[in-house]
């Protein structure tokens, strides 16, 4: 492959798995950060006027999931996709609900209204997250540190390299009583490639 | 495969695109529907408590569009996923972005408070749906009737198995005046195997 860049924001947020995939596949990108106050000008210019984007051989697609899978299936040495059709069905099935999960809290901490904000408060952080944490915790419980199908796969990249973005906005440690949660954040983050890349990543607040 | 089960209420909403897509591949499922009415009891037993589900060989899982990209990796005669993995990141990137605008509308269809409601009216129909409608009449007509990598591919039925839903939910022909849209759904609707399951489908509202 030519030239890949991902283009976002200075952050973590939606754009840290497909960083952290692409340099467990050891693939050279432009990590291609602009301030927030450029959006403005860069947002017509992306597909859907959305980020991240990726551009590989001058071709830009949008899609932060999307673009993840991409990136899970350029590790040749050992790609982090399944081994067959039912194997990617549950894989991308857990992957999607951890973005359900995710666009549920986002929707508490950006929203404007400080009565909305509230009314959202008691439901998200009694039920929802409860919920959603106690079914992960499970998940990774059975599949024994991983997320599906008992194996590392690109989902424990995308729940790694979603967590942070999750606690940072909820303002809590969402993992704090989820060993086998825990479990899947060391086992990516423990990987020597993803490893050096955590220890020399720009610094952001999400 | 052995036996496959597709579960969800009787309507076409989130299920149709999975059911497009077996029946094009000529796989026999059970077309599993139940009553509105049964929903809290079936709720406990889905994965995450949700549907549509997917069960194969006694195993269950959830999420609509993982489901779908399965069944359309299933159709061995002709598969309708791309044909290499950039291919693949285009098609996955349209479908999330229809799954994207689909959650707008739904976000305004649903919207139980009358006053909200009525305040997410203007921006949906004034700017998100222009919006989002030229962007895929445009992406369509590059494609030549299709909406990636210029020819049919689940994408194609992503849209075609989802666009009654949103016209349901906007109460408007949102085709109206998008022939190149109106060529995807051709596209699709006129294949035999799928066009006699549109003959025999059960009739319903959503």
Redesign the interface.
Known sequence: MSEIKFTYFNAKALGEVTRLLLKYAGIDFIDDRFPDEDWPKIKPNM???QVPA?T?DG?T???S???A??AA??AKHQSKVGSN??E???I??I???INDFRIKIQQYHYEPDAAIKEARKGPLFQETIP??VK?FEEIAKKNNGYLAVGKLTWADFFFTGTIEYLNHMARVNLLEKCPNLQKVVQNVSSIPAVKAWLDVRPKTED
């Open positions: 597909p859907f006027g990726l590989v071709k697609t949008n899609q999931v999307a673009i899978r991409f299936k350029q059709d039912w990617d069905l549950e991308d099935a992957v999607d609900t919920f959603y079914k």
